[in-house]
């Protein structure tokens, strides 16, 4: 028997034509375990497969939008047998890095392209904390409309790692800008995510869910097949600027990171501990100067 329910982690609900599909974890800032985001992929295929969803709105209950991969709450479940989506065989009973790169291949990259290309416009409703793995959850979106209080930040650079699984942060971001994102690992504010491209608006947290949902009903009133095309037409644009090669390579990189992280210290991360991420973030608050 499993130590806690299968399917908490997520809620649904369509409200004119927008799917509002909500991480259900507030108490640990949305952190995603491996149940959380199989969840989501089978509430993305419900929105994709009802005719009456034109819109998909992607939020996090509660402080924060999403912490990021969960590695360290009671729930995480990274040992666990999972139902994969792709055609995968299970990370379980896997010799040296092939068990990560197994589940990552799924449950990570795989989850994040698939996601990408869904043929129905996506909106990321980004409030507080957008972590690594929260990162990934907000870019496969069509549009991302943050609070503004909303913050960026990939630190797993001081993890050891080469940026998230999903590296788009170099198409996210102008190259030089995301030298520092990763290299520093330092939080971006909305504001300056705004200036660079990567945030589409910025709302008060108090208009937050309002404000999304205008934008939503706008789209939902558009030809469903025209949408379809245009977010097409734009994942290729992407592609063909090398967006989907470059992530392969990179994920070849990731993964010789936690090999390495693996041989040296027995953990696929090493480095700055949760603990000692969240006294360095203090610290960065502390100097003086915004996060950003
Ligand atoms: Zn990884």
Known sequence: ????????????????????????????????????????????????????????????????????????????????????????????????????????????????????????????????????????????????????????????????????????HAFELPPRIAREFLLLGERMSAERAYQLGMVNRIVPRTDLEASVERIALELASRPRFGMVLTKQAINLVEDLRGKKSAMDSVFHMHHLAHAQNQLVSGNLVRGMDAKAMASANKAQAGEGRKPE
Request: charged share 25%; hydrophobic share 45%; glycine share 8%.
């Open 1 to 168: 028997p499993l130590p806690f329910p299968l399917k908490i982690v997520n809620c649904y609900a369509l409200r004119d034509g927008v799917a509002w599909i909500m991480l259900e974890r507030p108490d640990v800032s949305n952190a995603q375990n491996h149940r959380l985001l199989d969840q989501l992929d089978d509430l993305f295929r419900q929105a994709v497969e009802d005719d009456a969803v034109k819109v998909i709105v992607l939020g996090g209950r509660g402080k924060h939008f999403s912490a990021g991969h969960d590695l360290g709450t009671a729930e995480k479940d990274r040992h666990m047998e999972r139902e994969r989506k792709l055609l995968w065989y299970s990370h379980l009973n896997c010799e040296g890095a092939e068990g990560q790169y197994v589940l990552e291949q799924d449950a990570y990259l795989g989850f994040c392209r698939r996601w990408q290309d869904i043929p129905k416009p996506m909106i990321a409703m980004v409030q507080g904390a957008c972590i690594a793995g929260g990162l990934m959850l907000a870019w496969v979106c069509d549009m991302i409309v943050a609070s503004d209080d909303a913050f960026f930040q990939d630190p797993v650079v001081r993890m050891g790692v080469p940026g998230v699984e999903y590296f788009a």
